[in-house]
């Protein structure tokens, strides 16, 4: 990246995006985004009340204090020493300091890891990826400690849904298994309860985010995200038939993922004759092994049919994310019994610098993206859309402006407002009319009016249910264009005002009320634990 800049991989437009948007609503004086205000050439969409805010908010931040093409770069920098450091903390109460620093190595750059930096970009799973570790870790201190394990495996379980939904989803179901393996080999209730209240508490810490998700998306097209080729069915290793490229794509992935596997099988069993000094975690990781490997293949899909939220995760190879932590420390811990240990360290890191060459080689490196979407969120142009978060009634695709079978921008930035025929059927350029736009912003819209005869207005807004109108200091209805959905507000003849403001809803109110109770509760408990060993 040094030298090439960006790895514009699969959804790379989708968050330097985000970061682009975000940056700007933070200098709007709006610290915590709810509405995208660029999405969708600059009608916008509820983007931000359902992708998780920690990897937009980091991205954000990087791209407003670095230079442009810098921020990616350094992001997917930092995540990946977050991971090695993660999986060091992790290995080294169970291995020497070498191996453990081994371990955080093979982690960092697991063959997934790279993947998701170079061919997919997705910036959110990378950082999300980081924490199993961690997850682990808390899983196994719970278990050791009983209660006093609670606020890290809270902590912990609530940051992945802070990074990335589908992660979160895996991770939820990965600890509900390492809890139930850790009580068998316990043979303790305690660990079960324990580990059921530091799931509830790191939900409860995360209800900011994730109350307002699960209400609202009822009033977005969500089930856009497991459409097509997008379906789980669809992406379980090796799959035929469909689009070529995805076809390609898929086997590629596949390959990695068999090849991993393999490898952490083969691991496995070179380190069962050491399984005597770390028990606990090697069934751990052995049972979390079995399981990502299960369900990467197809006949696991009655399980994404039935089992809760699953098939959110869409892409069942998603399972890497666990695999690559038994495949780190499995890697490590073989090689230390060696008497050569170092040669085969080095063996390993051959292999995954191969690996990564050959991703690397094989993505698409452009040095304009970034510079391009820039340019359209500062001209005014905006980017384009996503379907699971376009609202309900609107089709992105026949939005003005842009050509349904064409992602390019339109060439010059939309008209704010335009005036509506009496069928809101279409729309048409204003005449005769004095506007003046006062404030326009993400979360808000002010615009005097003054016509001599009735109007209706289109304003270039997509109509959500969070959006409320006031015209003249006094409650408006907002009506919608057929169709896109687009705001429309009638006027009678004569100077007006007119108001819209993206209103806090009930929801948001409630996740942020659960997240403050339980931050307050867990500090309260975590005081108290450490005045008993005092």
């Known amino acids: 990246m040094f030298f090439l800049e960006n790895a514009s991989g699969h959804d790379f437009e989708f968050h330097v995006a985000s970061w682009l948007d975000v940056a700007g609503q933070w200098r709007e004086g709006i610290l915590y985004p709810r509405w995208a205000e660029w999405a969708n050439w600059g009608y916008g969409e509820p983007r931000f009340i359902f992708y998780p805010p920690a990897s937009w908010i980091l991205g954000a931040a990087l791209t407003s204090s670095l230079p442009v093409p810098v921020a990616p770069m350094a992001y997917i920098w930092l995540t990946l020493v977050a991971a090695g450091m993660a999986m060091w903390r992790l290995a080294r109460d169970w291995l020497s300091p070498p191996q453990a620093v081994a371990t955080a190595v093979f982690f960092a750059v697991n063959p997934y890891n790279l993947l998701l930096a ?46 990335n939904a589908p992660a979160a989803v895996i991770a939820s179901y990965s600890l509900a298994l390492l809890l139930a393996v850790s009580a068998a080999q316990t043979r303790s209730l305690r660990t079960l309860l324990a580990g059921a209240t530091g799931m509830a508490t790191g939900f409860g810490l995360a209800a900011f985010y994730i109350l307002p998700a699960a209400w609202e998306r009822r009033w977005v097209q969500v089930t856009q995200a497991i459409t097509g080729n997008l379906r789980p069915e669809r992406n379980f290793i090796f799959t035929s ?54 369900l990467m293949f197809s006949p696991s899909a009655i399980l994404w049919r039935l089992l809760p939220e699953l098939r959110f995760v869409q892409f069942p190879w998603r399972w890497l994310d666990a695999l690559a932590v038994p495949f780190a420390f499995f890697a490590a811990a073989a090689a230390g019994r060696s008497r050569r240990q170092w040669t085969l360290w080095i063996a390993v890191l051959v292999l995954l610098g191969a690996t990564g060459t050959a991703i690397a080689s094989g993505t698409w490196w452009d040095t304009d993206d970034f510079a391009t979407l820039t340019q359209w969120v500062h001209s005014g142009l905006g980017y384009e859309g996503t379907d699971e978060y376009t609202p309900i009634g609107c089709d992105r695709y026949q939005l003005p402006g842009v050509s349904p079978d064409s992602e390019e921008s339109p060439s010059e930035p939309i ?62 209805a907002i009506e919608r264009l057929p169709e896109t959905a687009e705001v429309v507000l009638r006027l ?43």
């Open 118 to 163: 170079y061919y997919r970009s997705d910036f959110a799973e990378l950082l999300a990826a980081a924490l199993f570790p961690l997850l682990i870790l808390a899983t196994l201190r719970v278990a050791r400690e009983g209660w006093r394990g609670v606020p890290l495996l809270a902590l912990v379980f609530g940051a992945i849904w802070l990074c």
């Open 241 to 294: 038939g469909g689009d070529p490229e995805f076809v390609l794509f898929n086997w590629k992935v596949s390959s990695l993922a068999l090849g991993l596997m393999l490898i952490t099988g083969v691991l496995c069993v070179f380190t069962a004759r050491r399984r005597r000094d770390f028990p606990q975690l090697w069934w751990t990781l052995l049972a979390l092994a079995l399981a990502s490997t299960i």
């Open 415 to 476: 008209p704010l407002l335009a005036q509506v025929g009496p069928d809101l059927k279409r729309s048409v350029p204003l005449r005769d009319v004095e506007l003046h736009v006062e404030t326009w912003t993400a979360e808000r819209r002010i615009v005097s009016v003054n016509s001599a005869v009735p109007l209706a207005l289109a304003l270039r807004l997509v109509d959500y249910p969070a959006w409320s109108a006031r015209i003249d200091d006094r409650n408006a």
């Open 492 to 534: 009678p003849a004569g100077p007006h005002q007119l108001d819209l403001s993206f209103r806090r809803t009930w929801d948001r109110t409630a996740g942020g009320a659960i997240s403050i109770v339980c931050t307050v509760a867990l500090l309260a408990f975590e005081w108290r634990s450490r005045r008993r060993q005092v």
